[in-house]
């Protein structure tokens, strides 16, 4: 009796222990994200939005991303989109869907409600699959890959209507980042047009 208890003690400890769910691995990959000093990352996009790489800038909800064609700020609130090649500015409030379009680590705002999670294992990732559980969500599924054992996110691929879009991130790492980093400022742009859109 002592045997069957030893065991079924052990086997209970090692399903708490390794058996983790999609939620937890997407906890995990949050955690890395949200700092509350802010993380950098380098970002490829490819798919259904163009094709890009640059920089990305995160802390909590805000976020600044910059490409060859264009620099966006986020503040939490508003955003504000510099596009290079007419030097131009929108000013928008964007949508969650509109966010993850643009912010590869939106995924941290969206899974804890209105998705459903698989996980499923390769090599040396996790990739956890997100459906949307109603139809008025505008992003309908997404994968996430995440590394096992630094658990953070490399590749985040989504599906908007019928289009997917891939962000491969690389070179992730801690940093001190100011908020103002996060809000456009026009005295750095004194030539560029600003249209509120909001």
Not at 18 to 32: H, S
Not at 92 to 111: H, K, M, R
Request: positive net charge; hydrophobic residues 35%; contains cysteine.
């Amino acid at each position: 009796m002592k045997r069957l208890c030893f065991l079924i003690t052990t086997v209970l400890f090692c399903a708490t222990t390794f058996g983790q769910t999609a939620r937890e691995v997407l906890d995990k990959a949050a955690a890395n994200i949200t700092v509350k000093s802010g993380v950098q990352a380098n970002f490829r996009m490819t798919g259904g939005m163009g094709n890009t790489s640059g920089t990305l800038l995160v802390k909590g909800r805000k976020f600044h991303a910059t490409t060859p064609q264009a620099i966006i700020w986020f503040d939490g609130k508003t955003q504000w989109t510099y596009m290079k090649n007419n030097d131009e500015v929108n000013v928008t409030t964007p949508t969650e869907a509109q966010l993850q379009a643009i912010n590869p680590y939106n995924f941290i705002n969206l899974y804890k409600s209105g998705y459903d999670c698989t996980l499923n294992k390769a090599g040396k990732d996790y990739i956890v699959h997100l459906t949307a559980s109603s139809k008025d969500k505008k992003i309908r599924e997404l994968f996430i890959t995440v590394n096992k054992s630094s658990y953070q996110p490399t590749q985040v691929k989504l599906l908007q209507g019928t289009k997917w879009t891939i962000f491969d991130i690389t070179d992730l790492k801690k940093q001190n980042i100011s908020d103002s980093q996060f809000r456009f400022n026009a005295k750095d742009f004194p030539q560029a047009e600003v249209i509120d859109l909001r």
